[in-house]
């Protein structure tokens, strides 16, 4: 369950950042700081109330066969136009002087170029069947977020104890931060993986 609701709201983090990301493929390329927190804010409320239409339970059930279509939330147009826009949000966040929301965006373009230009593919479900150790499920889960072998992985402990200033440099991240929330999640995931 716990897994669920986590792998969720990784989800809802990716559709407000493909939110922003189509907000900003209209080419803007100054705005101001107050533009730029109304613009965060209104994404999150349609993104919330959204959420909420969702939450509707619905009795009747029917098995249908579907095809994976782009939704509307989908961003368009090519990869590159969509790594500009991500680096003209990242140029905002600095703007505003928000450390956090710098690291963040930092992070989603570092997952989009590794995922979308460069074209790593995210490590399959089936990986996890046969991992033997949570050291092991934990070095994989960082390994398939962060884009960096597992092997590279496997001189820390990754119990929640390592040094998190060198587990950040090893994976390449923008933020110990963002590092220490990917390992927690990690670190639950794998002690329910293991339960």
């Given amino acids: 369950m716990k897994k669920q609701m986590l ?6 983090m990716q559709k407000i950042a493909g939110l922003i990301t189509e907000s900003l493929n209209e ?7 107050s533009e730029f927190k109304n613009m965060i804010r209104e994404m999150a409320l349609v993104e919330a109330k959204k959420d909420k239409e969702e939450d509707v339970e619905i009795e009747d059930t029917e098995t249908v066969d579907t095809e ?13 136009d969509i790594l500009d826009s ?3 949000a990242l140029n905002g966040a600095k703007a505003l002087g928000d450390e956090k929301l710098t690291d963040q965006i930092g992070n989603t373009i570092t997952f ?6 460069v074209g ?3 490590v399959t479900e089936s ?3 046969y991992v033997k150790t949570p050291k092991e499920y934990v070095a994989l889960q960082l390994s398939d977020f962060f884009g960096v072998p597992k092997n590279k992985l496997m001189s820390f402990n990754l119990d929640g104890t390592d040094d998190i200033d060198a587990l950040t440099d090893a994976l390449n991240s923008t933020s110990t931060q963002g590092t220490e929330m990917y390992l927690k999640m990690s670190l639950e995931l794998a002690k329910e993986h293991f339960d």
């Fill in 7 to 12: 792998s969720e709201e990784f989800k809802r």
């Fill in 27 to 33: 080419d803007i390329t100054t705005i101001s700081k």
């Fill in 68 to 80: 994976e279509t782009p939704t509307e939330d989908t961003p368009k147009g090519n990869p590159d």
């Fill in 86 to 88: 991500l680096k003209t």
């Fill in 112 to 117: 989009y170029t590794r995922v979308h230009i």
């Fill in 120 to 122: 790593q593919e995210q």
């Fill in 127 to 129: 990986a996890y069947d």
